[in-house]
């Protein structure tokens, strides 16, 4: 069935949302009401808001610039999150969202005002607001998951209660949180699939995973498939197993030597083994 889309409105004959109309119900139903419990909602001027390193590392700047102008018409329907540390407000989550503000020369938006919450439930409340939204990179994801980890010293198991995602995405996250910087950074600038990362780690070191990781870092490989192709190319293996050797008589000779006490009946079964042998 066709997607239906509604006319288009001249921005004269826009409807403006009141961003402080009956916004604290509805958007603390959205929100994890256990982590924003307590949470005051005000207008805080941007200027006193100090940016920290956040979840979200990449940003689009044409993207910043649409959302600014919806923010303009329609207003802020997503309050930013902050929390009070001393005399200054911290930016917890929306940094996507001030960066807009900023572009569009805002000076003041609503916000959710956290108080006395400590290291390990800001995190939690960072990562859950991103989590959410869709264009999260998942490296930000992965060094977000990592970040949490190094902060509570917690284990797999406690971070996928904690942040509630599988088990199987803390594990992977943590394996692509530790991988080289440069081609982390790679795989954001280029978009590669996060499972090109995780099969090139478990390649075995040589000169051909060194080869594989420059071409990641070029942008030529960035999709699962093309690094298929390229390690069938190199026919690069798996290390195969040892086989072992057939036992010799003498080898299960001892071994029967333990079970049968019998000289004769060893002398017999040492013929036996001899005639199956040959």
């Given at each position: ?17 009141d ?30 808001i ?17 959302l600014?102008e ?107 949180a530790?991988?080289?910087?440069d ?17 090139w ?7 051909f ?54 000289p ?15």
């Open positions: 069935m066709a997607k239906e889309f509604s006319a288009r409105v001249s921005k004269r004959e826009r409807k403006v949302t961003i402080t109309s009956g916004i604290d119900e509805k958007i603390l139903r959205a929100n994890d009401q256990k982590l924003l419990r307590g949470a005051q909602l005000s207008n805080i001027a941007l200027s006193s100090v940016v920290r390193e956040q979840v979200r590392t990449k940003f689009n700047d044409e993207s910043l610039q649409e600014g919806n923010i303009k018409v329609n207003g802020l329907i997503q309050p930013l999150v902050i929390h009070r540390e001393g005399n200054k407000f911290v930016l917890i989550c929306g940094e996507r969202r001030f960066r807009a503000m900023t572009m569009i020369k805002m000076e003041e938006a609503p916000c959710f005002i956290l108080e006395n919450k400590s290291k390990e439930e800001l995190m939690a409340i960072q990562f859950s607001e991103n989590q959410a939204r869709e264009d999260l990179h998942y490296i930000d994801q992965a060094d977000s998951i990592y970040g949490y980890q190094k902060l509570t010293g917690t284990s797999e198991r406690k971070i996928t209660a904690a942040l509630g995602i599988s088990k199987s995405e803390v594990h992977r996250c943590l394996m692509i530790k991988l080289p910087k081609i982390k950074e790679a795989a954001k600038n280029f978009n590669t699939e996060k499972y090109v990362l995780l099969e780690n478990e390649l075995p070191k040589n000169e995973k060194t080869e594989i990781k420059g071409k990641i870092l070029s942008g030529e490989i960035t999709k699962r498939l093309q690094l298929k192709r390229i390690i069938s190319q190199l026919k690069i293996e798996k290390p195969k197993k040892k086989k072992v050797k057939d036992p010799s008589v003498e080898t299960l000779m001892k071994v029967l030597n333990t079970q049968i006490k019998d004769k009946l060893q002398a017999k079964a040492k013929a036996l083994m001899a005639e199956l042998m040959n």
